[in-house]
């Protein structure tokens, strides 16, 4: 009888502490709202936080990130080292915003120091949530599987129709090339995906072609979401 009035006391607690959790998740939740709603329309750039200020991709990402905020757009990442730092130190180059996404990790650094507004997740799923939820596009770097993580979730979104159709856009076309074959020699091959779930992105290599990507896809569009749009993305 005490073992099982023991356990009972230990499933208690841990339900206890579970149920306190949601707390923790609706206040990061509303956070990102308040503090995102009313931001100009914003680009997410994801990539690696392990490249170094040196390299060739963390250049090219800084360069990005200034002629997305020369051209209206708030740059938005994960507030990290490595493409993250990149993304935002170009941001406060130009005149838009400069967002960071910040995750609680066991044992990393997280937070770079070129964000003209910081958010902190411990929730790897609403920190997703507030990537999507006022993006207006997604440029996404060489990364690794927080990269993938994040370009397969838009992917899903958008080809389900549970977020509205946004420019995605893959930059270094060598890096993503073995890739974008396999999804059509598997997926397309395998009827796992439709031929035309493809169109959904688009492959470029420079930041004027990044910043061209958004112009011809907004060319007869606002960034700003429809109340349509909105309707739909509310249930993200």
């Not at 499933?11 to 990061?28: G, L, T, Y």
């Not at 130190?89 to 130009?94: I, T």
């Not at 910043?211 to 060319?219: C, G, N």
Request: overall charge negative; charged content about 25%; hydrophobic content about 40%.
């Amino acid at each position: 009888m005490r073992k099982d009035s023991r356990a009972l006391n230990i499933n208690d607690s841990a339900m206890a502490r579970e149920s306190w959790k949601i707390f923790q998740v609706m206040a990061e939740f509303v956070e990102g709202y308040e503090r995102l709603v009313n931001i100009p329309p914003s680009v997410s750039i994801f990539g690696s936080a392990r490249l170094k200020p040196n390299h060739p991709w963390y250049l090219l990402t800084q360069e990005i990130g200034k002629a997305l905020s020369e051209s209206g757009y708030s740059v938005v990442t994960g507030g990290g080292p490595g493409i993250m730092e990149a993304g935002n130190k170009g941001a406060k180059e130009g005149p838009s915003l400069s967002v960071g996404l910040n995750i609680v990790l066991p044992h990393e650094e997280c937070m770079n120091d070129y964000q003209d507004i910081s958010l902190r997740f411990r929730h790897f799923f609403t920190r997703k949530v507030m990537f999507v939820k006022y993006a207006s596009a997604y440029v996404v770097m060489p990364g690794g599987f927080g990269t993938l993580d994040e370009l397969a979730e838009i992917l899903a979104l958008v080809q389900t129709g549970k977020t509205r159709k946004i420019p995605i856009i893959l930059v270094v076309e060598s890096f993503w090339r073995d890739l974008l074959v396999w999804f059509k020699t598997q997926l397309v091959a395998n009827d796992t995906v439709h031929a035309d779930d493809l169109n959904l992105y688009k492959v470029v290599n420079t930041p004027e072609e990044v910043v061209q990507a958004l112009h011809e896809f907004y060319k007869d569009r606002s960034p700003t979401p429809s109340p349509k749009e909105r309707e739909i993305m509310s249930d993200l």
